[in-house]
């Protein structure tokens, strides 16, 4: 597999961390009750099919992006900068 | 019909004639006492258990595909107890007494077969882990036995003990760990169960979950409504789509995990081999094809198949650890889905539906542990309450804070 890094280009799965879907971008907030931390950190949808997730570009830009993706034929169809989402 | 060796001559004698499917191709009935969805290594144990221990036999097994068509068809068949934490130890004995007995209770043969488990140690911290990880096993009425280099070469001689990179310091025997034939252990309980009764209805997929004031009241299938007032949830890699069915969010993150296996060899690994520097374990089946594995792809997946780094690595593992097999023939390699949970440990526990039992979180563990799954969820759906060796198996110990960590990696899916 590879994932098409917007600030790198084509690279091998090998360059990127994998942390998981990016519900990870929708922290609660500290004072949250504790069953949204447990749902934040723990649940999951775990969709068969399309899903966005994190990856870390370690050996390349060091930047975090979200990939969106069909996990049952694992074709990629965007790659995004969480760094630019963030921006807006 | 029962199994022995007289069988098996006489009907060599004449020729094969008089053998019996194993089980009935049952159609669903409008409704049952209870319901289990999922035909995998699980599920079947469930129903025979529930049936055997609980006398309950007007209930189904309902399979989307045929039975043993998951992961109990496609993992690589290691079965150990050698856990360490409280919770986990204790099911995992419970488990490894049941498969002992397994053969003669259900009259078929799993092709059980205790050949001893050897996992290498390559550092001194590594020794000191494993030497507690025995002490555990020992306390646990299990057995264990720590290994120098030398005591591993007499075992395993074939092993390269000259490399620098990774040197071998020891290893920690278990003795009584060993494998199994899977598909036997589907269809020995499969077949167990059916002539107790159970239903085994096959091409039924569970399209939805049927809930009438909190309670669970049937389900929906492709082969239509069934009711019953009692469903478990054992469909391991697609826990997470089920689960939905009922309005639940599980900790549960579907991961792909690989394995491979050689074209057949006369005997040369009489062990299960784990190498403890990179992800490689090996065994040798009774046909002589070498089976071996490593981790996780690392990244959610459905798909039955997985991706070309995780190949080269283990293929690197297992030629630092044992040369030998290089000129060995790869035939085949596959993937399964694996349930992975945070804390890499199992949940068989209620949900909030009264009547409706979970039971996964098994991620790639989940052979070893399919008689006291099976034995423990029975056990739950028939009295609703926790069987004592799996009472931990909490599916909320995440909010609470009690995770069976076994490897002490953290609350990700990925990581055990
Ligand atoms: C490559 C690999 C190697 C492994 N090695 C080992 C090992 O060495 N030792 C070990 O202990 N464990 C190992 N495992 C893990 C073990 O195989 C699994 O944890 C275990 O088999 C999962 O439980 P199961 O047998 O019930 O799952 P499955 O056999 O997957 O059963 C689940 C069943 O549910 C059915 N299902 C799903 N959705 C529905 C629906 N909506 N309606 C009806 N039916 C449905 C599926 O078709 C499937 O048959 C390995 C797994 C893999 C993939
Ligand atoms: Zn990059």
């Not at chain 2, 986990?88 to 488990?95: K, M």
């Not at chain 2, 579907?254 to 403890?276: D, M, R, Y």
């Not at chain 2, 094809?289 to 792809?297: A, K």
Request: neutral net charge.
């Amino acid at each position: 597999m590879r994932l098409k890094c917007p600030l790198c280009g084509d690279r091998d799965r090998r360059e990127f961390y994998y942390s998981g879907t990016d519900d990870y971008l929708n922290r609660p907030a500290a004072d949250a009750p504790l069953s949204a931390w447990d749902d934040h950190l723990h649940n999951r949808t775990n969709p068969a099919g399309l899903t966005r997730d994190l990856w870390y570009h370690e050996q390349g830009c060091a930047q975090w992006l979200a990939v969106t993706r069909n996990t049952i034929t694992h074709e990629i169809m965007a790659v995004d900068l969480v760094a630019k989402e963030r921006a807006k | 019909m029962r199994y022995s060796g007289f069988k098996v001559i006489t009907e060599g004698l004449f020729g094969n004639k008089g053998w019996k499917p194993a089980w009935r191709d049952a159609a669903p009935k409008a409704e049952y006492d209870a319901i289990i969805i999922g035909g995998g290594g699980h599920g079947l144990a469930t129903a025979y258990y529930l049936a055997k221990n609980h006398g309950l036999t007007n209930i189904a097994v309902l399979e989307k595909g045929w039975l043993g068509s998951g992961n109990i068809g496609r993992n690589t068949t290691i079965v150990r107890a050698n856990y360490f934490l409280p919770g986990n130890s204790e099911f995992y004995s419970h488990s490894l007494k049941l498969w002992e007995g397994l053969e003669a209770d259900l009259n078929y043969n799993v092709m059980h077969s205790q050949r001893g488990l050897i996992n290498l140690f390559h550092s001194d911290g590594q020794r000191d882990a494993f030497a507690r990880r025995g002490n555990a096993m020992i306390n646990q009425g299990d057995d264990a036995i720590l290994l120098d280099r030398e005591g591993v070469r007499e075992h395993l001689p074939y092993l390269d003990f000259e490399q620098t990179r990774f040197p071998i310091y020891g290893g920690l025997l278990h003795p009584r760990g060993g494998s199994a034939r899977h598909d036997a252990v589907a269809w020995g309980y499969a077949r167990g169960a059916d002539r107790r009764g159970v239903d085994l209805i096959q091409n039924c997929e569970v399209t939805g979950i049927d809930v009438a004031n909190g309670k669970v009241v049937g389900v929906q299938t492709t082969r239509g409504p069934i009711k019953a007032a009692k469903v478990g949830i054992v469909v391991a890699g697609r826990s997470s789509q089920v689960a939905a069915m009922a309005g639940m969010r599980l900790p549960i993150e579907s991961h792909i995990l690989q394995a491979f296996v050689t074209e057949g060899l006369k005997p040369v690994i009489n062990h299960v081999v784990s190498f403890g520097m990179g992800h490689f374990y090996i065994s040798q089946s009774d046909k002589g094809g070498l089976v071996f594995g490593g981790d996780l792809d690392f990244y959610a997946s459905y798909a039955a198949r997985g991706n070309l780094p995780m190949v080269e690595h283990v293929m690197e593992a297992g030629m630092t650890l044992m040369p030998m097999i290089g000129r060995a023939k790869v035939l085949r390699s596959w993937g399964g889905i694996m349930d992975m949970s945070p804390d890499g440990s199992p949940i068989i526990d209620r949900t909030h539906v009264e009547g409706l039992y979970l039971d996964c979180g098994w991620n790639y563990g989940g052979f070893k542990a399919v008689p006291a799954s099976g034995w423990c969820m029975a056990h739950l759906m028939a009295t609703d309450t926790p069987h004592d060796v799996a009472r931990r198996f909490r599916l909320d110990r995440f909010a609470t804070g009690h995770l069976l960590d076994e490897e002490g990696t953290g609350s990700q899916h990925n990581l055990h």
